[in-house]
């Protein structure tokens, strides 16, 4: 059935670096402060939690279990990083109960040298992304993984997403994290609600009333707005808003705005110093939160994030560029298959295996200039090819010049203050750094680095 879909091509990728806006940071917080707490402990519903949404070889935890086992490492912690699914489901009560509305893969990347620090960063999955999901189930929308592992009672929803997210990306996932409407809903109301700036008014006419039906058409005005959980919930759900709000990429900058909110809110109430509003919480999320996470990985998570400043939290998502959608066959429905091709994820996995480095360019926002002071024509077009990233902004021209250049050099303008961009440049391309400014005229008005390419470099390039 999909091979016979029209593809065609949506907007190029362009990664959205939201510093403070991590899903992960978020998730840790509101299971975080549901299991760690400065001391203070909610009596045995602490416990009573724990065996609730720990879903491990055993369901007994004490205090000790809880807490005493930081001399224990992370899957993942050795190598450097730490990757944890997380996962939205409309949970009992919803249309497509089990089906992921919201699909993220978190990372923790330790230091590995001393001037290093650990960074955290969030990949959004489309929903709509057409996979092969493993155990004969063929090629389907990847949101249907954990509904297929949950089919029958199997209760194997999360391995089955896990397993099929590890399978486009060639990378192991060794935690999930699962929460519910109910539960996203209720945290909202239990914190007393939180402001949101609506960048963007829209209109819904078909938001679901989960009886087979539509609410009556719900709208959102441009500006700040205070929502409760209910409110929230259609924020982040909405798939069908004018304005341009219809897309699942819509949906991914939404729900990262809403979970900010969250983590804001949570921050400034200072939960784990709160008995009620602590206790309220474990009363609500125990029926709304699966995890594999033991107590004591999830003390230790905490640990290794709590002190990570915004600069450090970055977010990307697949989406235009290297998702393409097409039109399903037999209906009007959209999916989204990888531009590269049906079951080909080469574009998707380098975004994943280079996440950090693109939300550091991102952020940085360079401006390169490639001058060729080679005998060596479209040198400087080569060199531009070998560095070329999302984020990278080039020019290129021919150096005037006398030939004074007897090797390749790269010349810093900006005093250093573009380090991630710099280091890129340097690993890529092995030329020592000058400072400057560069002394000749270029193209762009003020380059952050110009590259001077010569002879020498040519043996270097594809």
Do not use: W
Request: charged share 20%.
């Amino acid at each position: 059935m999909i091979d016979s879909l029209d593809q065609k091509k949506i907007q190029n990728f362009s990664p959205k670096r939201k510093r403070p806006r991590s899903y992960f940071r978020v998730f840790v917080i509101l299971l975080g402060f549901a299991l760690l707490g400065s001391g203070i402990f909610v009596g045995s519903k602490l416990v009573i939690f724990a065996q609730k949404v720990f879903e491990g070889s055993t369901s007994f935890f004490s205090f000790k279990q809880l807490f005493l086992a930081e001399d224990k490492k992370l899957i993942g912690e050795e190598d450097g990083q730490i990757r944890i699914l997380l996962m939205g489901i409309g949970g009992q009560g919803h249309d497509g109960a089990t089906l992921t509305d919201t699909m993220i893969l978190a990372t923790i990347k330790l230091p590995q040298e001393k001037d290093e620090e650990v960074k955290v960063g969030t990949i959004s999955i489309p929903r709509d992304l057409v996979v092969n999901i493993p155990g004969g189930y063929n090629y389907r929308r990847i949101n249907t993984a954990y509904a297929n592992g949950e089919a029958g009672g199997k209760k194997e929803g999360p391995q089955l997403a896990i397993q099929t997210v590890e399978a486009m990306l060639g990378v192991k996932i060794p935690y999930y994290g699962v929460l519910d409407f109910q539960g996203f809903q209720k945290i909202i109301d239990d914190i007393g609600g939180i402001e949101v700036n609506v960048e963007q008014g829209f209109t819904d006419s078909q938001f679901p009333d989960e009886k087979q039906g539509y609410l009556a058409p719900v709208t959102f005005q441009a500006g700040p707005e205070k929502m409760d959980g209910e409110r929230a919930l259609q924020f982040v759900r909405s798939r069908h808003g004018t304005n341009n709000e219809g897309s699942d990429f819509a949906r991914a900058k939404r729900q990262q705005k809403v979970l900010k909110s969250v983590k804001d809110k949570v921050t400034n109430l200072k939960v784990l110093t709160n008995l009620g509003t602590l206790n309220n919480l474990l009363e609500d999320l125990s029926d709304h939160v699966r995890t594999n996470l033991a107590p004591y990985e999830l003390l230790r998570v905490y640990n290794l994030t709590e002190d990570i400043p915004n600069e450090n939290i970055s977010s990307l998502a697949i989406d235009g560029g290297l998702v393409c959608d097409q039109i399903e066959e037999g209906t009007s429905a959209y999916v989204l298959i990888p531009c590269d091709g049906l079951g080909r994820y080469s574009g998707i996995r380098g975004l994943v295996h280079n996440q950090f480095l693109l939300s550091a360019l991102q952020n940085e926002k360079p401006i390169i200039e490639i001058q060729n002071a080679s005998s060596i024509p479209q040198l400087g077009q080569r060199t531009q090819n070998l560095l070329a990233l999302p984020g990278l902004q080039f020019s290129l021209g021919n150096f005037r010049g006398q030939n004074i250049y007897q090797e390749s050099i790269i010349y810093d303008n900006t005093n250093g203050q573009k380090p991630e961009t710099l280091a890129y440049l340097k690993e890529r391309l092995g030329l020592k750094v000058a400072g400057s400014p560069f002394p000749f005229l270029t193209v762009f008005k003020s380059p952050d680095f110009v590259i001077v390419s010569t002879n020498d470099l040519a043996g270097r390039l594809p």
